[in-house]
């Protein structure tokens, strides 16, 4: 089962993921995708970590989601953007190779039988990316988003931190 929970900035999409996870089962697995960057990040992630409690395993991935075994686990993912920001910049921001990469790894882990929610962020509804990488990786978030949300069972958007069911 793939839950798709996607909407801009602190839009409500972790909160109610994990909120979802627990009404699901009573020991949820939190598997988190994000780069350490800078300061502001370890901030970020720091805040994330205290919005879970001891019901919650916390797995570290940074790309390859697949090798974890979720079979049988309620699984939030958080999150795609910064999942695909790794391909991207592993790939040298070359745009082909870094769909390419994350759409087989993400039907990868879609073989598992586990239940799935996996946040994203629509970034593509704000400003214009000033930089040409900005374009590149809006776009593909874009297309993976897409990509996703065609293979989920359920799509929430999270708006003003309230879900509305598209799918």
């Known amino acids: 089962m793939l839950t798709y929970i996607s909407g801009g900035q602190r839009s409500g999409k972790s909160r109610y993921a994990q909120q979802l996870a627990l009404q699901l089962s009573p020991a949820p697995v939190y598997l988190a995708t994000s780069r350490a960057w800078d300061d502001d990040h370890h901030q970020r992630i720091a805040r994330h970590v205290t919005d879970r409690d001891a019901r919650w395993t916390t797995w570290e991935?940074?790309?390859?989601?697949?090798?974890r075994d979720l079979t049988g686990r309620t699984v939030v993912l958080d999150c795609v953007t910064l999942w695909l920001t790794n391909f991207f910049a592993d790939a040298?921001?070359?745009?082909?190779?870094?769909?390419?990469?994350?759409?087989?790894?993400?039907?990868?882990?879609?073989?598992?039988?586990?239940?799935?929610?996996?946040?994203?962020?629509?970034?593509?509804?704000?400003?214009?990316?000033?930089?040409?990488?900005?374009?590149?990786?809006?776009?593909?978030?874009?297309?993976?988003?897409?990509?996703?949300?065609?293979?989920?069972d359920r799509a929430i958007f999270m708006v003003s931190g309230l879900p509305l069911v598209v799918k």
């Not at 991935?61 to 090798?67: D, G």
């Not at 870094?98 to 962020?121: H, K, P, W």
């Not at 978030?141 to 949300?149: D, K, R, S, T």
Request: aromatic share 8%; hydrophobic share 40%; charged share 25%.
């Open 61 to 67: 991935e940074e790309k390859y989601l697949s090798r």
């Open 92 to 152: 040298a921001y070359d745009v082909d190779a870094t769909l390419g990469q994350a759409q087989q790894e993400f039907d990868e882990l879609m073989r598992q039988d586990c239940t799935l929610l996996v946040i994203s962020n629509e970034i593509g509804m704000g400003l214009h990316a000033p930089t040409e990488a900005g374009r590149k990786f809006a776009d593909l978030q874009g297309w993976l988003n897409q990509h996703i949300a065609q293979r989920a």
